[in-house]
């Protein structure tokens, strides 16, 4: 007789020790519910700009449904070449320096499994963004979270990795402006960070998918600092900053030695990123600058008016100077970031992520996107106010 079949048993060990992302958890909570404001999901409220959705539906009229070569269509990566110098200071060879990738997900992805051999050491600062953990445990590396406090506005401190490098450390994973906490970095601090990055002799994965949405001061990028392109795998993409999530669009650029090892492996899983949203995305790069400083002024609009609603209802938040998060604490509540955000839910209709999902140092605080409407942030945080108050207030 054979023997009875187990389906989870055949599941490999390193995928079964991966959560599910406690964002999606939650929101299917929410789904479930009618007349919640969420503040929930990392994703612009705003519909891609027009002539961006009429470049692809363009497009298609040409009959532009083909493969493109693994590495993306040239005339964007020469586009990608020219932004990047332009706003970053850093010039890559669009030829062989530079990929497009289904997402900066995809991008992160492969440059993971393009350079992690089995327990080389990642480290990373955390709160983060959910997917470095997991993304690090299917290269079989080993995930080492740097924790970032709000007393320093969430920025990481070349002291904090410091402590953290051992000999098996590889790979230094950043995101600044951060998800979820809306921290940057001064070029000053990122120089600490850069000498150690040399000291150490370490790679730097840098993701900038906030970048653009940086609402004061000058965004640097490790990668653009001396020393620092050689050993700098540099991941951006269009989703947030040209509010084109659904196009799944995004580009490595990088050591041309690094790039083709990526390369190959997205050349047998992804092949290609989409023709359309490549036709899409080149148009995004040369016409919607001036869409992304729009968008960028209404988000900034919105950061002024909700962190100011979350430090006058007792909450401390610290002002993210990037992304579209805003990062209150809610400890001196007494409950949890779970227990927070499921009696928020529950008797107030509002969704907030619990800071938790971005990794333990997140407990004790919540996620609110505030990449909605004003009118929505009003009404929810009004009623955050009022289930503030009512928990203060002795039974
Ligand atoms: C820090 C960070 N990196 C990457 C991504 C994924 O971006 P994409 O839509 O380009 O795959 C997100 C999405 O929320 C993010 O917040």
Redesign the pocket.
């Given at each position: 007789m054979a023997a009875p079949f187990q389906a989870t048993e055949l599941i490999a060990r390193h995928v079964s020790g991966i959560p599910r992302s406690g964002i999606r958890e939650f929101f299917e909570l929410v789904q479930s519910m009618p007349g919640v404001i969420s503040l929930g999901i990392?994703e612009p409220d705003f519909v891609t700009p027009w002539h961006i959705r009429e470049a692809a539906i363009y497009a298609l009229e040409r009959g532009k449904t083909s493969y493109t070569s693994n590495l993306g269509l040239l005339r964007l990566r020469e586009a990608i070449s020219g932004c990047v110098e332009r706003k970053f200071g850093i010039a890559y060879d669009p030829k062989d320096q530079s990929l497009i990738t289904v997402?900066?997900?995809e991008a992160?992805d492969i440059a993971l499994r393009a350079v992690v051999n089995p327990g080389d050491e990642v480290l990373y600062h955390e709160p983060c963004?959910v997917s470095y953990s997991p993304s690090i445990a299917l290269t079989h590396g080993v995930a080492v979270p740097v924790a970032c406090s709000a007393e320093n506005g969430f920025a990481l401190t070349a002291e904090a990795i410091d402590k953290a490098i051992t000999p098996k450390s590889k790979i230094l994973v950043v995101?600044f402006p951060t998800?979820p906490t809306g921290g940057t970095m001064t070029r000053t601090e990122l120089l600490k960070i850069a000498e150690l990055v040399l000291r150490h002799n370490l790679l730097v994965i840098t993701?900038e998918?906030?970048a653009e949405l940086t609402f004061e001061g000058e965004h640097v990028s490790l990668a653009s600092l001396p020393g620092l392109r050689e050993r700098t795998i540099f991941l951006h993409?269009f989703?947030k900053a040209y509010a084109m999530?659904g196009f799944?669009i995004?580009f490595a650029c990088g050591p041309g030695e690094l790039i083709e090892a990526m390369m190959r492996i997205h050349q047998y899983s992804m092949l290609c990123a989409s023709i359309i949203s490549q036709e899409a995305a080149l148009e995004a790069i040369q016409n919607g600058e001036a869409d992304t400083i729009e968008m960028r002024e209404q988000y900034r609009l919105r950061r002024n008016f909700i962190v100011n609603a979350f430090n006058s209802m007792g909450l401390s938040c610290h002002l993210p100077r990037g992304s579209f998060y805003a990062f209150p604490c809610i400890k001196s509540t007494g409950l949890s970031s779970k227990d927070f955000a499921v009696n928020l839910l529950e008797q107030e209709k509002v969704a907030c992520v619990p800071g938790n999902a971005f990794g333990p140092s997140g407990e004790g605080y919540l996620r609110c996107c505030f990449a909605t409407g004003l009118d929505r942030i009003q009404i929810a945080t009004e009623r955050m106010a009022g289930f503030v108050e009512r928990l203060a207030r002795p039974a």
């Open positions: 990392g997402g900066v997900s992160l963004y995101n998800n993701d998918i906030y993409g989703s999530t799944r995004g």
